[in-house]
Every structure is written in structure tokens, then in C-alpha cells.
């Protein structure tokens, strides 16, 4: 008989499902800061979205720094928590250690926060730089443990 993984009784599977939701949510909620930076600051990317009134006086633009600033932060979030979620599957697989794995998810999460804040604030580099590591490296880590158990 095989072992359920994907169950919420398998604890790591439970801590995985609760931070990658988390971090899901989070890249979700980028979109409509996106919109919202956008509104403030009307700039808008495709001429439809102007109303109709603004047309004359408003053109659209995709190089306004505050409303690239926090599409760029999305885009970084995509990149990263997507592998994130994908290689997490992959290790619950494996069957980790239930302690190491939820520091792995942990780390994870909190680097995404951390490299918003430092991002949106901003903050001097290579704080972002940093965050955005310390994530890529949780998530290597996963990557790297599967590849030593499936070969």
C-alpha cells in the first residue's frame, strides 16, 4: 500500500499547502496594487482604458517608474513563487523531515514579504537582492533533495 502525501492529515503537506497559499495570495494581491498605482498616477498602458473624456490629455504610457516599480515586484513574485509551488509538490514527495521542511516553507514565505517591502519602500540594495536570495536558495534546497532521492 502506498503513502497518502497529498492529505491534510501528513503535517507537511498541511504547513506546504497553508505557505503556498499564502505566497499565492500574496502575488495575487499585486494585480490590483498594479491597478491601483496605475489610477493614481494615470497611466495607463492601453489607450481603451483611458476615459474617454482624458483621452485628449492623457496618453498612455508604459514607463511611469512607480507603476513599472510595482509591476516588476509581480513579475518577481510570478518568477519565484510559481517554481516555489511546483518544486513543493515535488518535495513532499520525498517524504522530508516535518521540522526541516516547514523551515524551508517559512523561509520562503517570509523572504517574499520581505523582498515587497524592500522593494516598494524601496530600500537600498542589495536588501531586495538579498530577500529574493534567501527564497531562491529555500526553494534550490527542495529542488536539490528531490533530484538526490529520484536518482
Given at each position: ?70 509591476r516588476?515586484?509581480?513579475l ?48 537600498r ?27
Amino acid at each position: 500500500m502506498s503513502t497518502l502525501y497529498y492529505t491534510l492529515d501528513n503535517t507537511v503537506f498541511r504547513n506546504f499547502s497553508f505557505y503556498a497559499v499564502a505566497s499565492i495570495l500574496k502575488m495575487m494581491i499585486m494585480s490590483p496594487l498594479t491597478v491601483r498605482q496605475r489610477f493614481q498616477k494615470n497611466a495607463f498602458a492601453n489607450p481603451e482604458d483611458i476615459q474617454q473624456q482624458n483621452r485628449k490629455t492623457i496618453q498612455a504610457t508604459t514607463s511611469d517608474s512607480d507603476v513599472e516599480r510595482v509591476r516588476r515586484n509581480h513579475l518577481n513574485d510570478v518568477e519565484n513563487i510559481i517554481p516555489f509551488v511546483l518544486i513543493g509538490f515535488g518535495y513532499i514527495a520525498c517524504n522530508p523531515n516535518p521540522t526541516l521542511a516547514v523551515w524551508h516553507f517559512r523561509i520562503f514565505f517570509v523572504s517574499r514579504l520581505l523582498h515587497t517591502f524592500a522593494y516598494q519602500i524601496p530600500l537600498r540594495q542589495p536588501s531586495r537582492a538579498i530577500t529574493c536570495m534567501i527564497g531562491g536558495i529555500a526553494t534550490i534546497s527542495m529542488a536539490i533533495q528531490i533530484l538526490l532521492q529520484v536518482y
